[in-house]
């Protein structure tokens, strides 16, 4: 009988400590983060002039969704008048649709502050400023491919440094955006803007 009563007991106890393990283990898995989504970073094939050579390798891909924005400007004499594009505005999400950056137009300040393109990361806020060094049209119907030069970067305020040893940037699998066909047409039209949406893939580089 007492035999008995102690092997209770022990089952007792044997229980309990595996209820503990669980409830601990189980604690953890709510506490602890989560492993961030890989992301595949594979640019597809591009047009001659636009790859990227070593030691540049690709580290983000930002799927961007916005405008290319356009002004009505004189061109030339005689009152030519033509669409101008005076900035992209644009953010870039991963593929699980978490932003990554915003891009827009801003100016260098390693360049004297010549405007140029920028992207900057939503998190850290480093920064990157680019001009195009190539360009090629893959769909008449859209915006040209592009492949940019880091010409600036800035780490964020506390360090981050996400973006800030970009050299590469390209512009790949665009749609839209291009300059509407009309609505600038003679000077009366001068300083009328449009805002056309378009969609591209960018693939950042660095050493």
């Known amino acids: 009988m007492k035999n008995c009563k102690t ?3 022990r089952i007792t106890r044997r229980i309990l400590r595996i209820a503990s393990v669980t409830t601990l283990g189980m604690a953890f898995a709510f506490v602890l983060p989560q492993p961030a989504h890989a992301q595949s970073v594979t640019p597809p094939p591009v047009p001659p002039g636009l790859e990227v050579q070593p030691p540049s390798q690709p580290f983000l891909l930002g799927r961007g969704v916005g405008t290319q924005n356009y ?3 004189p061109t030339g004499p005689l009152g030519r008048v033509n669409w ?3 900035t992209p505005q644009a953010t870039l999400f991963d593929d699980q649709r978490e932003q990554l950056t915003t891009h827009f137009s801003s100016p260098n300040p390693d ?3 010549v ?3 920028t992207w900057q990361d939503s998190r850290d806020t480093s920064t990157v400023w680019a001009r195009a060094i190539a360009t090629a049209t893959v769909d008449p119907n859209a915006i040209p491919w592009v492949l940019l ?3 600036g970067t800035r780490p964020g305020p506390t360090g981050g440094d996400t973006l800030s040893e970009t050299t590469f940037i390209q512009r790949l699998n665009t749609r839209g ?13 001068v300083g009328h803007k449009k805002f056309v949406p ?3 893939d960018y693939f950042f580089y660095k050493d």
């Open 71 to 73: 002004v009505c400007q």
């Open 7 to 9: 092997n209770e007991h």
């Open 149 to 151: 030069q880091a010409v």
């Open 177 to 189: 955006g291009l300059a509407p066909a009309t609505g600038c047409d003679s000077l009366p039209d």
């Open 111 to 113: 360049e004297g502050f």
């Open 115 to 117: 405007v140029r393109v």
């Open 84 to 86: 101008v594009l005076f």
């Open 198 to 200: 378009y969609t591209a």
